[in-house]
Every structure is written in C-alpha cells, then in structure tokens.
C-alpha cells in the first residue's frame, strides 16, 4: 500500500535587496539591487492536519536565510549566492525535499540595456529526511 504524501510549495516572490557583490570595485564598493525568489517543496501532511505552524515550513524563517546570505559576506558571482542560500535553507529546514532559488542583479554593469542578469539553482535531497 503506498503512502500519499501533500507536497506543499512556499514561495517568497520578488524579495528586494541592496547589497554588495560582483567582480568589480564599483560593484562592492557602490552595492546594487539585488531580487531574490525562493520556491521549496516539503511534505506538508502533518502541518496541515493539524493546522500547526510549528509543523510547516516557516517563510518568515525563510527571508531570514535568504536575508543572511544577500546582506552577508560578498560573492564574485550570483551563482554561489544561489548556492549559499541553497545550502542554508536545506540545512535548516528537515522538511524541505526541494528548493529553488532566483537570484537577479538589477541593472548589471554589462554593455548592453537589460533589466539584469539572473542565475537559477535548484537542490534536492537524495533521501528524504
């Protein structure tokens, strides 16, 4: 007999940001606009039963990883921003089976008019815990 198991999605949609990263001494010294949109999947069964918050994956808890890592020490490249907000979220959150991270750079410093660059990462765990 096979378990049915409530994948839930939490999604923080379009965080904004100042911070600090890129290759370049503008960039780090100057800063930029910084966008951020994180999905996770997790097994929301038991929190839903119960209507208990302490059983779901909390978004607010969320924001504060990806808060942490966009405020935090500055990265070369928008990737390992993902990687690092990645990393932290699944490593605080048993629930999370999957992550996905956006991370966009307003107005890069690139030669050509665009609304940015973006970079996508998604982790999963091989097993879930």
Same mark, same amino acid.
């Given at each position: 007999?096979?378990?049915?198991?409530? +994948?839930?999605?939490?999604?923080?949609?379009?965080? !904004?940001?100042?911070?600090?990263?890129? %290759?370049? #001494?503008?960039?780090? =010294?100057?800063?930029?606009?910084?966008?951020?949109?994180?999905?996770?999947?997790?097994?929301?069964?038991?929190?839903?039963?119960?209507?208990?918050?302490?059983?779901?994956?909390?978004?607010?808890? +969320?924001?504060?990883?990806?808060?942490?890592?966009? !405020?935090?020490?500055?990265?070369?490249? %928008?990737? #390992?921003?993902?990687? =690092?907000?990645?990393?932290?979220?699944?490593?605080?959150?048993?629930?999370?089976?999957?992550?996905?991270?956006?991370?966009?750079?307003?107005?890069?410093?690139?030669?050509?008019?665009?609304?940015?660059?973006?970079?996508?990462?998604?982790?999963?765990? !091989?097993?879930?815990?």
């Amino acid at each position: 007999m096979s378990k049915i198991v409530s +994948l839930s999605r939490i999604s923080i949609v379009n965080a !904004s940001f100042y911070a600090y990263h890129g %290759v370049g #001494t503008e960039e780090r =010294e100057l800063g930029g606009r910084y966008e951020v949109d994180l999905d996770v999947q997790y097994d929301s069964t038991q929190a839903v039963l119960s209507d208990d918050v302490n059983k779901a994956v909390n978004y607010e808890e +969320l924001m504060f990883c990806v808060d942490e890592i966009i !405020s935090g020490e500055p990265c070369n490249l %928008v990737e #390992t921003l993902c990687y =690092e907000i990645l990393t932290m979220v699944l490593d605080k959150f048993a629930l999370v089976q999957e992550a996905t991270v956006r991370v966009r750079k307003v107005s890069a410093p690139i030669r050509h008019l665009s609304d940015g660059v973006e970079c996508e990462q998604t982790m999963q765990r !091989s097993t879930p815990r």
